[in-house]
């Protein structure tokens, strides 16, 4: 009896102070808060992926056609022995690969080149109008990638794959080899003329942080010009140089715009085109191994980053003594180079958006004469003779829902995923030392891995049926917001995490003491002092979402299209005047959006 006595109170003890630790739990908003979060991440995020890879390792239905008689959910590796070894392999895997890698590489060295050498320029450099050169690099960046990719078609386009004349040949009669209209070679140059900018942001804000006095000191025991670059200046820059190409890399993989549009014309493929192709031709299971294969790529780059970036040795240039930063003097170099710099973000920046906006007033393609002049894709009532009978974009309620599709997608992400980075700021902020802070901080991060024609996919399959208490959301409007809230997680967490880390824990502490509920110090305190990170958040997930075509391009149906999937759309049944007007008002409306919000942001500060 004693026994059972000691047992019972064991267990009585045993189950107090399991309440006790649940009560402790509960009675701590960030933990709770952090416990939601995993578990929305590890279904929304974890859970595609395990989908995905049961899809590829399990008879579905659609195989009945190859192997009569097999039962659909049963395991097997008939998918990756027909991808990875089958008589289609190399024309359904290995030459895509290879083309993804060979452009990956091309675009990622390009890319850095130009923008290395023109950030050198705007910050080591007296080069003039410098902060102009410093605006207008960074504007590809703002834009769709493949913008720049449909000037190149009306500029490059022949005769012999485009059916008509393009700019060129117009004016030179000249007809362009069929290399330089289409292929490896132009999507290389547009693909590196998108993502220099990004390279020039990294680079840039390196070099910036290198303190004239370092340069001096070497200079005054006798280095040479080429030895403070080579032992100085290039290491501290490394990183971000390291981190541009990777990262670079990692987002050619996953392009589509450009490669859809230069490339299918001949028959180039890439993993994103081949893997969009077997989704529309309902192989389900191919697609998802090219987007495993995709994701892999992708992961390993940005593995290859951190470890670069880790086993780099840190060098201190900022101390407490202030910091100096010396111009190199370009002397009669000056009004070369400044020639070179204009000229490069004219064609680079300017030319692509000024092709594009001519292109829609031609009423006939390929005649680029002023008596071709019409006002008709913009303004012009149906008529059987043009577009197949459409109106003029800014008349067409089809364009014009399209138009509002994507202002209002933009913004119910953005301001979805600013909440949601706000929130995930404050665990991470709280646990930052803790397995819990830490989880959720790298689950955020996961759908960065993610090439965005890979994300759809898996999301198109997964919730085009009821999964669990969701139901089917397919052709809604609610699969683009899920679809584009979890993939755009990533920016908005980053710059909740900066922002919460920086609100002291002092101010909490104390207005719970005063008696304060958490929800009321989440909306009363943390929120507004936050409000920085969470517009940032808010302005880059906006751009990122208004310019998106890859990620939804499969989920979209035909009253929930947004302007990027139309552009596809009428460019692919070959109305490209209709096809680049809507680009154009599509780029309009980033632009504007760009500057109202950073007027905001702006005025904001001032105020703060």
């Not at 190399?90 to 023109?118: D, H, Q, R, Y």
């Not at 362009?176 to 292929?183: A, D, E, I, K, T």
């Amino acid at each position: 009896m004693r026994a059972v006595s000691q047992g019972y109170q064991m267990d009585s003890v045993t189950r107090a102070y399991a309440l006790y630790r649940v009560r402790r739990f509960l009675q701590t908003p960030y933990k709770v808060a952090g416990a939601v979060l995993i578990i929305l991440l590890a279904y929304f995020i974890i859970g595609p992926l395990v989908t995905m890879m049961q899809t590829t390792l399990t008879w579905q239905s659609e195989d009945l056609r190859y192997a009569p008689g097999v039962s659909p959910g049963t395991l097997t590796l008939f998918h990756w022995s027909r991808v990875l070894f089958g008589r289609t392999s190399a024309s359904m895997l290995w030459k895509p690969l290879m083309n993804t890698m060979a452009i990956s590489v091309g675009v990622s060295v390009l890319a850095l080149a130009i923008g290395g050498v023109l950030a050198w320029l705007v910050v080591r450099t007296d080069l003039p109008f410098r902060h102009l050169v410093s605006e207008l690099a960074v504007i590809p960046y703002s834009l769709p990638s493949w913008v720049i990719a449909l000037a190149w078609i009306v500029v490059f386009k022949n005769r012999q794959i485009g059916g008509v004349t393009g700019l060129f040949e117009y004016i030179t009669g000249a007809s362009p080899p069929n290399w330089l209209s289409y292929g490896i070679i132009p999507i290389t140059l547009c693909l590196a003329l998108h993502y220099y900018s990004f390279a020039f942001t990294l680079i840039s804000g390196a070099l910036s942080s290198v303190d004239a006095e370092l340069e001096e000191a070497a200079e005054m025991v006798g280095a040479t010009r080429a030895q403070i670059l080579r032992k100085i200046t290039f290491p501290i820059v490394l990183p971000a140089i390291l981190s541009a190409l990777i990262l670079t890399f990692s987002r050619a993989v996953g392009t589509f715009g450009t490669p859809v549009f230069l490339g299918l014309p001949v028959r180039f493929y890439v993993l994103s085109t081949m893997l969009y192709a077997n989704m529309e031709n309902r192989f389900v299971s191919n697609a998802y191994i090219l987007a495993l294969l995709m994701i892999l790529i992708s992961a390993a780059t940005v593995y290859a980053n951190t470890r670069i970036i880790r086993a780099r040795r840190s060098f201190v240039t900022l101390g407490g003594r202030g910091f100096r930063r010396r111009l190199v003097k370009l002397g009669r170099l000056k009004g070369i180079v400044t020639l070179l710099v204009a000229g490069f973000l004219a064609v680079g920046v300017l030319l692509p958006l000024v092709v594009l906006v001519w292109q829609t007033f031609m009423l006939i393609e390929g005649d680029f004469s002023p008596s071709n002049f019409t006002l008709h894709y913009w303004i012009g009532l149906p008529n059987p003779r043009f577009a197949e009978g459409e109106a003029g974009i800014l008349r067409n309620p089809m364009i014009l829902g399209g138009a509002w599709n994507s202002i209002r997608l933009a913004l119910t992400t953005a301001l979805i995923t600013g909440v949601a980075g706000t929130l995930v700021g404050y665990v991470v902020a709280k646990g930052r030392h803790t397995l819990l802070g830490r989880a959720v901080e790298q689950l955020t991060f996961l759908p960065f891995l993610m090439p965005s024609i890979a994300f759809g996919a898996i999301y198109l399959t997964m919730f085009s049926r009821p999964h669990w208490i969701i139901p089917s959301l397919y052709g809604t409007f609610s699969i683009l917001v899920l679809t584009c809230s979890i993939k755009s997680l990533p920016y908005s967490a980053r710059s909740g995490i900066s922002s919460m880390l920086q609100i002291g824990g002092e101010l909490e502490e104390a207005a719970e003491v005063a008696g304060a509920s958490w929800f009321t110090r989440f909306r009363r305190i943390l929120i507004p002092l936050s409000k920085s990170g969470f517009l940032a958040g808010f302005l880059l997930t906006f751009i990122t979402i208004m310019r998106e075509m890859s990620l939804i391009v499969l989920l979209v149906s035909p009253s929930t299209r947004t302007l990027t999937t139309m552009t596809y759309r009428y460019n692919e049944q070959g109305l490209n005047q209709m096809g680049d007007a809507i680009t154009v008002l599509l780029v309009t409306l980033i632009l504007i959006s760009n500057f109202a919000i950073k007027r905001v942001l702006r005025s904001r500060e001032e105020t703060s």
